[in-house]
């Protein structure tokens, strides 16, 4: 039986993330930003690859919700941003659990299906590091490492690139669109929604305000991934 795997979520405080969403979510923001975290960490609990759940957040509500469903939350230190914060949980996570990999998830997954990621996992599982690219084929949403491998996060900047040349496998044939799905943009939100959102986004989005929830996703998303 293979060893279950610890993921870590590396989570900002969520009045400063998603500021891409600023304009369009208003006074919405933050929750918006602790919706998709909540159905983020909602999904990784339940999939059937993942043992243990680390949560790196100087968000007291996202280290509240942590411990309330069974994950553990670590301060982020020393608040030097998303590699930093990787490197951290990593760290964490290998003294708890040393014989299992980790993976490292984006935690803007509203749309997150737990099969989806045992897919990603169950196939990461085959590399000593591999990475999973975002929808748009520039950023990263998933980094793993095997036990005693180095992690060697870069996920600043162009950062599929950044991981592919760091020697990480780009698991670039499996089929898994809500693990690729990074919500940082109102149109990432309309394919999300066409998805299908997870509960505490849905519920987000259904308080008034601005915005509106006419999306319709672009041709072809969620068949064949990049």
Not at 10 to 15: C, D, G, T
Not at 20 to 44: E, H, K, S
Not at 67 to 77: F, H, K, V
Request: proline share 9%.
């Amino acid at each position: 039986m293979s060893v279950p795997w610890t993921v870590v979520l590396p989570v900002k405080p969520f009045a400063v993330g998603k500021s891409r969403l600023a304009l369009w979510a208003g006074t919405r923001r933050a929750a918006l930003a602790g919706a998709f975290y909540a159905d983020t960490l909602d999904a990784v609990l339940a999939a059937a690859t993942v043992g243990l759940v680390v949560v790196v957040t100087d968000e007291p509500l996202a280290a509240a919700r942590a411990a309330a469903s069974g994950a553990l939350p670590l301060a982020d230190r020393p608040r030097s941003g998303l590699n930093a914060a990787a490197l951290h949980g990593a760290s964490y996570a290998r003294a708890l659990a040393p014989a299992a990999p980790v993976a490292v998830l984006a935690a803007d997954l509203p749309a997150l299906r737990p099969a989806e990621l045992d897919r990603v996992l169950t196939s990461a599982a085959r590399h000593p590091r591999a990475f999973l690219a975002d929808h748009t084929g520039r950023g990263t949403t998933v980094l793993t490492a095997a036990a005693g491998q180095p992690l060697r996060p870069a996920f600043e900047g162009p950062s599929q690139r950044n991981h592919r040349l760091g020697g990480a496998q780009e698991l670039a044939g499996v089929h898994a669109p809500s693990v690729r799905l990074d919500v940082d943009t109102v149109d990432d939100l309309r394919l999300a929604e066409q998805l299908g959102l997870g509960p505490h986004t849905d519920r987000a989005l259904s308080v008034p305000g601005p915005g509106v929830r006419t999306p319709t996703a672009p041709a072809g998303f969620g068949g064949a991934d990049r």
